[in-house]
Structure formats: C-alpha cells, structure tokens
C-alpha cells in the first residue's frame, strides 16, 4: 500500500522545509529522524513513491525534495522531471543506492541539484541539502566520477529516446505489470499501452521484455 504523510510539523522560521520521497517506510522514517535533531530543518512530507512525491511536492511547497532514484510506479529521476515543471519549483536532492556515472548524469539531466549515495552521514546529507536549498551544484565525492562512463559507446539513453509516458510505461513493464494492470495505473487504454510498447521496441531495438527490462535497470528506471 503506498502512502503520504505529512504529521503536522510545525514551521519553524527560517528552517529548510524538506519533503521526503523514498518507497521503504523505515528510511523515510529514518531520515526523518536525523533530519528533525537538526535546527535548521524541517520535514513537511513524506512519499512513498514518485507520483506522491510529485502530488506533495505541489501541495506542501517544499524547499528540497530528498528524492530516491529508485521507487516504484514512478522513479525518483521521473518524477523529479516532473517537479521541475511545475511552480513552485523546489530543489531535488537524489539519493540512491547507485553510484555509476550514468545514473547520475540521468539525475543531473533531469534537473537535480545535488546527488548523494545512501551510505553518506547526517553531515554530508545536511549539507547537500543546504548547498541544494541555495542552488549551488552538489555531487557527494563518494559517487563514481561522471566522466567514467561504463556503458558502451552510442548506447541510446531513455531521456534522449523516449517520451515521458513511454518511460513510464517501460518501467512497469519491467517491474512485472501485464498491459491491462498498466492501463488501470495510467488510466490507459490497454490499446494505448500496446502502442506504447511497440513504439518502446522501435525507438530502442529492444523487442524482447528481458532486453528491455535490462535497459530500464541500466536506465536506473527501476531496480527489480
């Protein structure tokens, strides 16, 4: 069962209203906790997965979105696309178990300002946070350098290749949904999905779901 919360935190002047989006209660939980002890900080929300973060993030107006990259029904680097276009416009710090360079580019493409691996301390979250909050460019120095990229060469990208919906279509296609159950969570018709597919096999050369399903984890699309 998916969820948002938003408890009530009281604002506290000048604090860093930041809103949580990760699919596993505990983190949220968690980050919630560390972020609370300091004094600069507020949590407004939680997500618990990207199309809530997108829904929160219009409703509470918070200052820095704790994205994770990896969720399900909407990943965190769609959705934080998403974010972005709407107004208010907060900043999207990601944070993922990942570190190779393609992930991070694709976060940085798609408008984060900061990304940081899930191993990092309070300090170095705070500080992404706040380096976000105020539009300075943050990567944690634990990432692999973004120059080193492990794909190999001409690769197509899932930004560069495929519309919004075909990604999203593409992700629930590897996490195991048949056609009809992506239509009900789209709303689409299961004719609409079936065109997404083929033009999603066209657009990628990829005509078998394993070949796709490999595509979308390497996309950081989904992690199965």
Do not use: W
């Amino acid at each position: 069962m998916y969820n948002a919360t938003n408890q009530g935190t009281p604002h506290v002047r000048g604090a860093v209203r930041v809103l949580v989006a990760d699919d596993h209660q505990i983190v949220r939980q968690a980050v919630r906790r560390l972020l609370e002890t300091q004094p600069d900080f507020v949590v407004v929300g939680e997500a618990a997965d990207g199309r809530e973060a997108v829904s929160l993030s219009g409703e509470l107006a918070p200052d820095v979105v704790l994205m994770d990259v990896a969720m399900p029904r909407l990943n965190g680097i769609e959705a934080t696309r998403r974010i972005l276009r709407r107004a208010p416009r907060p900043r999207v710090v990601a944070l993922s178990v990942h570190d190779d360079p393609r992930t991070v580019r694709a976060c940085l493409s798609a408008g984060a300002t900061a990304y940081l691996p899930k191993s990092c301390d309070i300090e170095e979250l705070t500080r992404a946070i706040e380096s976000a909050r105020a539009g300075r460019p943050y990567v944690s120095p634990q990432v692999t350098p973004i120059g080193e990229d492990p794909a190999p060469a001409g690769t197509a990208s899932a930004a560069g290749v495929l519309t919004s919906r075909e990604r999203e279509v593409l992700q629930l296609m590897a996490e195991g949904h048949a056609p009809k159950q992506i239509a009900a969570n789209l709303d689409l018709s299961v004719k609409t999905v079936e065109t997404h597919r083929r033009q999603i096999a066209e657009k990628l050369g990829l005509h078998s779901v394993a070949e796709q399903t490999k595509f979308a984890i390497r996309e950081g699309l989904t992690t199965l």
